[in-house]
């Protein structure tokens, strides 16, 4: 079993800055993608962030000059840096990353998705 525990979550003035952190524990042999996604109320799941195993990122328009992705190769964990935040950032955000563990004698790579982090940007 592997598993994504995020945190870092919580409530915030507009204009201030939160730090997500998500860790992935168990059974892992590799990690390619690591990412955040958010859902806002009504709405559907978007890509906010993601990085690969070396160290290219992507990120959605909405957040880009924002917000900072980075990982930890060697401690299994993934960071999501928010400044600036606004309203429109209010979210739950959620952890993903494709694992690889031998399964069966096969290697075998699966999306993982974290329990979600609140964050909520009063403005």
């Known amino acids: 079993q592997v598993q994504l525990v995020e945190s870092g979550g919580g409530l915030v003035q507009a204009g201030g800055s939160l730090r997500l952190s998500c860790v992935a524990s168990g059974s892992i042999f590799s990690i390619n993608d690591m990412g955040w996604y958010r859902q806002a109320p009504g709405k559907q799941r978007e890509l906010v962030a993601v990085?690969?195993?070396?160290?290219?990122?992507n990120y959605a328009g909405s957040v880009k000059g924002r917000f900072t992705i980075s990982r930890d190769n060697a401690k299994n964990t993934v960071s999501l840096q928010m400044n600036r935040l606004g309203p429109e950032d209010t979210a739950v955000y959620y952890c993903n990353a494709e694992i690889g563990r031998w399964i069966l004698a096969e290697l075998r790579y699966l999306e993982v998705w974290g329990q979600g982090t609140l964050v909520t940007v009063s403005s």
């Open positions: 990085i690969t195993s070396g160290g290219r990122t």
